[in-house]
């Protein structure tokens, strides 16, 4: 008989890095999961940040795109999508701080 041992469990807080961090580790994963690609420009680097951020999830996956700074735009743009369609249209008039679809 397997029981749940919770009181043995502990909670791990990650948080989101800092943006030289997040750089760091943008171009480290992405010469890890492309060693044969070559490496980002360090603009292009600073823009994905920009627009993704520190959270770790979102670098990985832009690090793993054959296009990370189009992946990164994809996913500002769904995100925007995801919140405007949670908004109630009469009440909810909402310009998402990021950028107008122009500058993406």
Not at 21 to 43: C, I, M, Q, T
Not at 71 to 76: I, Y
Not at 84 to 104: K, N
Request: net charge positive; glycine share 2%; with cysteine.
């Amino acid at each position: 008989m397997m029981r749940k041992n919770a009181n043995r469990m502990k909670i791990l807080s990650v948080y989101d890095l800092s943006h030289s961090s997040a750089l760091r580790a943008l171009a480290l994963l992405r010469e890890d999961v492309a060693p044969k690609a070559p490496p980002l420009e360090p603009e292009v680097l600073s823009e994905i940040v920009r627009l993704v951020g520190g959270r770790t999830s979102y670098l990985s996956r832009c690090a793993r795109a054959k296009d990370p700074l189009a992946e990164a735009r994809f996913m500002v743009r769904s995100e925007r999508e995801w919140l405007m369609s949670q908004c109630v249209p009469t009440l909810c008039y909402i310009r998402v701080c990021v950028a107008d679809e122009t500058s993406l």
